[in-house]
């Protein structure tokens, strides 16, 4: 199995980034995806979710309204589209597929500063 992220960089605050994560290795529509993140010193924290069929989805209370969790089962990809970056948004981006056994990418930096 194997999760590679892309799309990190660095942002001014305000400024967009989006993110996409491609899966291989498994059956990518069994499994709930997740995006992570950690910054420096501070614990891995949950981003955003959605169900297996991208019905359903869930954000952090710092994200909400600003960042857009996406999938496309076809592409075995999950997207998340960052708006009105902030320089709290700094941080490692980690995505995650959760069945039964739970899969983390590598993950890619997210810098926003001016």
């Known amino acids: 199995v194997q999760l590679v992220e892309s799309g990190g960089g660095l942002v001014q605050p305000g400024g967009s980034l989006r993110l996409s994560c491609v899966g291989s290795?498994?059956?990518?529509?069994?499994?709930?995806l997740r995006w992570y993140r950690q910054a420096p010193g501070k614990e891995r924290e949950l981003v955003a979710a959605?169900?297996?069929?991208?019905?359903?989805?869930q954000y952090s209370d710092s994200v909400k309204g600003r960042f857009t969790i996406s999938r496309d089962n076809a592409k075995n990809t999950v997207d998340l589209q960052m708006n009105r970056l902030k320089p709290e948004d700094t941080a490692v981006y980690f995505c995650?597929?959760?069945?039964?056994?739970?899969?983390w990418g590598q993950g890619t930096q997210v810098t926003v500063s001016s």
């Open positions: 995650n597929a959760f069945l039964v056994n739970s899969y």
């Open positions: 290795g498994l059956i990518f529509t069994r499994y709930k």
């Open positions: 959605i169900s297996s069929a991208g019905g359903d989805t």
